[in-house]
């Protein structure tokens, strides 16, 4: 089945956000969402998710699911409150269990901080499937970028998260706590192997040089002739040496520190003080 899609683009992120239905009824999914955050004020923001939910809405969809492709390290997710307003089960893969054990302590996290995945409605694992009414999901995983990163193929479309970007830029970074180059070269070839026509879906765009305008829909037989960092038959080790190489110059993305604190509890915040206020925790030479 060809599922419609529709996309959301943050330009303070450069994330996309996806609507998934069913073209034969009224489900769908909603696919890392955003919540947006001035790092500078501490101020928490909604528009992006709100323009989420007015289009849910104003086409009579019904929400079954919020799923993200991994714990994002580049903006806070808004499954929390769109699960308030529209429903539906929050999902992630198993292996969130991992980066919550290392960023836990990472972030001097105390016991009260489950690090079972609880926080997520449904935990993935390699060849779990689902329903968005009559359309059929299948769960791959790819890590690489993160230890718990799943592509989600939704009929014939897949939704890669960060592990691949378009043809002319590339993939993921592989230099977070639990990533691996290694990795993440198998993951992509695992994508590959889908079916040439399956559409590709990726979870930012950056505009590679020579291109005026964002993009985030590719095809699984485009990125294998094309893509500049593992397409034309690359080997696994030209691109372990280029994606380490690479890698070690890459700054910290802005928002890593608000990001992972947040997304790791399922996109709710640290657990508010007796006054009622809430606080992120900067780790100092820790990241």
């Not at 990795?183 to 559409?199: G, H």
Request: charged share 25%; glycine share 10%.
């Amino acid at each position: 089945m060809k599922p419609d899609v529709t996309a959301f683009f943050d330009n303070a992120t450069n994330t996309i956000s996806y609507v998934v239905r069913d073209p034969n009824g009224t489900a769908c999914a909603i696919i890392d969402s955003v919540l947006d955050f001035d790092y500078a004020s501490g101020r928490t923001d909604t528009r992006s998710a709100d323009a989420v939910i007015a289009f849910v809405k104003e086409n009579g969809l019904d929400c079954q699911w919020l799923l993200e492709t991994h714990v994002h390290a580049d903006h806070l997710s808004a499954a929390p409150y769109i699960q308030e307003r529209l429903g539906g089960k929050i999902g992630i893969g198993d292996r969130i269990k991992i980066v919550q054990d290392t960023f836990g302590k990472v972030f001097n996290e105390g016991t009260e901080f489950q690090r079972d995945g609880s926080q997520f409605d449904q935990l993935f694992v390699e060849g779990d499937s689902f329903h968005i009414g009559q359309l059929r999901g299948d769960v791959l995983h790819t890590p690489g970028h993160t230890p718990a990163c799943l592509t989600y193929v939704i009929g014939d479309a897949a939704f890669v998260g960060d592990t691949l970007f378009m043809p002319d830029f590339g993939t993921a970074r592989c230099d977070f706590p639990g990533g691996s180059s290694d990795t993440l070269y198998d993951s992509v070839q695992k994508i590959l192997a889908l079916p040439d026509e399956t559409r590709i879906f990726v979870g930012h765009d950056y505009k590679a040089p020579g291109r005026d305008d964002y993009a985030w829909e590719t095809t699984v037989g485009e990125q294998k002739a094309a893509n500049v960092h593992v397409g034309a038959g690359k080997t696994k080790e030209d691109f372990v040496q280029m994606r380490d190489s690479r890698d070690a110059t890459l700054a910290m993305p802005k928002l890593i520190i608000p990001s992972l604190q947040v997304n790791m509890r399922a996109g709710q915040m640290p657990p508010a003080d007796e006054q009622g206020d809430v606080f992120l925790k900067v780790p100092v030479n820790k990241i």
